[in-house]
Structure formats: C-alpha cells, structure tokens
C-alpha cells in the first residue's frame, strides 16, 4: 500500500534563516506530488505541484522553492525565510491529475 | 491527534437529487473546519469553512455545511445536484498545531 512522509512535524525558525521540508511516497511510482499551505484564518493554498522530475509549477510568486530530485521525493525550501512564511504546510500525492489527493501529515512552521 | 471521518466513500446521485455528507471530527477544542473539492482533472479547491459565528455555513455553487458542536459534525448539503458536481469532496479539521482531511467521498452525479 501507499504511504505519504512529511518530515519535520513542527519546526521554529528564525527570520533569515533556510528552510527544508520534506516529503516521500512509497509504494508507487510517478505520483503527482503537491506542496500547500494553510495560513491562519484562511484556506489551503496551492504552492506548487509535480508531475514528474524537473517538471515543478509554481502557483504563486513567494519566497519559497520546490525541488524534486527523485521520483517519489519532494521538497520545500527557502533560503531566507520571512515572517509570513509561518503557517501549516501540507504535502500530497495523488496517482494522477484526475485521481484522489493523499495528504501527509502536516508541519506546523513558525517564524520568529 | 484529532481525526476526521468522512462516512460514505462513493456516492452515487442522479440530477436534481439532494445530497448530503457526512463528516465528523474528534477533536474537542476550538476549530476551524473545511470543505473542500477536487474536480476531475482540476486541483483542491475551497467550497467553504467555518470559524466562528452562524453554525450554517453558504459556500460556492449552491452548498452549504452545518456545524453541530455536540455531535462534532460538519455535514455538507446542496438541495439540487448537477453533473457538474462530480467530484471528490474532503472535509478537513484545522486548529493552529494540526490539520486532519478525512479520506474524501467521490460523488459522481448521473446526468
């Protein structure tokens, strides 16, 4: 079966500092891969999404960067963060463009 | 950690009918609920949430959710379905540390 890793759980960073977050999917292969996020008092946001190596779109201009350097591994980085970057960051998979999204579990980063 | 259960897994409706589901939630303190849709080939869009104020929540499209504190439910209704409703639904639960999807129900809609 198919599971989704989102890696750290919570994280605190100071401002100007990098960031990485990282997401794995095991037991398949070529998933469509997504990066959201939830700000305070808003909705889920679109970040980016894959579908594939070296394919990445980006949905809005922001501070942040995603890479995808194997198939099932994907990853959120910045490298100087900002004080508006805080909130919920969700990662995703889904076997196609169609097909159901699976979410991870979440990292709560805050910004100080 | 809270969870979200979504009861019906397919649903399946023709035009015109009512729809309603079901979403339930085990977390006991304040939270912000969502519902959310993914049509067909289209990315996660927002449908509609709830912070705080009137329990009968209007979103986009014609839906509605109702947030019942005493039974932790926040259940979506649309009184007249269309085909281009067909879509998978996710409700989701968000506090400021954690956020739960429940596992989403496909509604598909029979012209």
């Known amino acids: 079966s198919q599971t989704i890793h989102q890696w750290p759980a919570t994280l605190v960073q100071p401002v100007g500092s990098p960031l990485s977050l990282e997401c794995t999917v095991e037991g398949t292969s070529n998933p469509n891969l997504y990066w959201y996020r939830q700000a305070a008092g808003r909705g889920l946001q679109l970040l980016f999404y894959s579908i594939g190596i070296d394919q990445i779109s980006s949905e809005v201009p922001q501070n942040l960067s995603a890479s995808r350097p194997q198939d099932r591994q994907f990853i959120l980085s910045s490298k100087k963060l900002l004080l508006s970057d805080s909130g919920f960051y969700l990662c995703a998979w889904a076997p196609g463009v169609s097909e159901k999204l699976f979410f991870g579990s979440g990292t709560q980063l805050s910004v100080l | 950690a809270q969870s979200v259960s979504q009861h019906n897994h397919h649903v399946i409706l023709s035009e015109a009918a009512s729809l309603e589901l079901g979403c339930n939630y085990s977390?006991?303190?304040?939270?912000?609920l969502f519902w959310y849709v993914q049509y067909p080939g289209q990315h996660l869009q927002l449908l509609l949430k709830y912070f705080s104020g009137d329990p009968l929540v209007k979103g986009i499209k014609g839906f509605e959710a109702e947030f019942i504190k005493s039974k932790f439910s926040f259940n979506l209704r649309k009184p007249s379905v269309q085909w281009s409703d067909t879509a998978e639904y996710f409700c989701?639960?968000?506090?400021?540390?954690?956020?739960?999807f429940g596992a989403g129900t496909r509604l598909t809609v029979k012209p």
């Open positions: 989701a639960v968000y506090n400021n540390n954690d956020m739960r």
């Open positions: 977390y006991g303190g304040t939270v912000n």
